[in-house]
């Protein structure tokens, strides 16, 4: 039995089917370039890298969206806000979807580093939403899975955002922080992570947020290695296969996001477009070619990997799901 075999029967001894809904929202990897070399970046993205949206492929994006807008549109990287057109892309979002969610995925380190002061009211007055990083509040665990020094930075782009009012109550500039594991085990319960994120954050820096996201580190890309050079890949394989859960199944992300490449092919999700894995037809395929009717009701395109977004509490890039 192939892995994907595998977790599509496990789809199926639960009796559920795994196909797409309505398309809500529109993931864009603008990219693998970024400041930081996190042991747990499923994009293995870095300072080296090359991989950027072209203004062209931005063009062909913008003019997609206008014709079938969502209400949702979710930027991605590596670091979204290094790439050239990062301004000329949120600008022609908002002027084409005015009332949508706009997301910037931060690792908010980039928001404190020289050249990059104008990116936070940049956001704010463009009403684009944050989703930033933060896989913990202790120093030592952050700097030990993104880079010395990240957590100090990271502090200050947080207090950076509240001064804006991202993050503060009755905002509605949303700061979202997102908690990855630094380890091979599966999210805590994240209502309680909440809590003490929360407890912490303002005790110790007089810093808010409105929500923290647990997100299950995907068995792919640099992840990957880390768990091979551990020795504990088929460990982690085992935990993620003996926590699926099928009350995650009706809220796998993948369900109503369509990811797209930085070269604008398209996937059912961001780790799939990083395994290469295009969408329900067999040959990769641009944005601009497709309807979004195309997509109803499509199977979707699975794999080993998946079953981190079905293990205990479920996993998305909204957060747990169960």
């Avoid at 896989?135 to 100090?152: A, H």
Wanted: charged share 15%; hydrophobic share 40%; aromatic share 8%.
């Amino acid at each position: 039995m192939t892995a994907t075999n595998a977790f599509l029967s496990r789809i199926a001894a639960s009796g559920c089917t795994l196909n797409r809904t309505r398309l809500r929202v529109l993931q864009v990897n603008v990219g693998k370039l970024c400041n930081l070399t996190c042991t747990h970046c499923h994009v293995n993205a870095g300072p080296a890298r090359k991989e950027i949206i072209s203004r062209q492929t931005v063009d062909r994006i913008l003019d997609w969206v206008e014709k079938y807008p969502v209400s949702c549109i979710d930027l991605t990287g590596g670091a979204p806000e290094m790439i050239p057109d990062f301004q000329y892309f949120i600008l022609g979002l908002r002027d084409i979807l005015p009332d949508a969610s706009i997301i910037d995925r931060c690792n908010l380190s980039i928001l404190v580093q020289p050249g990059y002061e104008w990116v936070a009211p940049f956001l704010l007055e463009n009403q684009v939403d944050i989703i930033a990083s933060m896989p913990c509040y202790l120093p030592d665990n952050v700097n030990q899975q993104r880079g010395q020094g990240v957590f100090d930075d990271s502090i200050e782009a947080l207090k950076l955002l509240n001064s804006l009012s991202y993050g503060l109550e009755g905002s509605n500039r949303h700061l979202h922080l997102v908690y990855n594991p630094n380890g091979a085990f599966l999210p805590g319960d994240q209502a309680k992570l909440e809590a003490d994120y929360k407890e912490h954050l303002l005790h110790s820096y007089n810093i808010s947020f409105h929500k923290l996201l647990t997100i299950t580190n995907m068995p792919i890309a640099r992840f990957a290695s880390w768990l091979k050079n551990q020795g504990t890949l088929a460990d982690y394989m085992n935990l993620l296969q003996n926590s699926f859960n099928p009350s995650t199944i009706h809220g796998l992300m993948c369900r109503d996001t369509l990811s797209v490449s930085w070269t604008g092919t398209v996937h059912d999700c961001d780790f799939n477009q990083m395994l290469d894995l295009p969408t329900f037809s067999s040959q990769p395929r641009k944005l601009w070619d497709i309807h979004p009717d195309d997509l109803a009701q499509t199977p979707i395109v699975t794999a080993s990997h998946c079953f981190g977004c079905t293990a205990g509490a479920g996993s998305s890039c909204g957060g747990s799901l169960a």
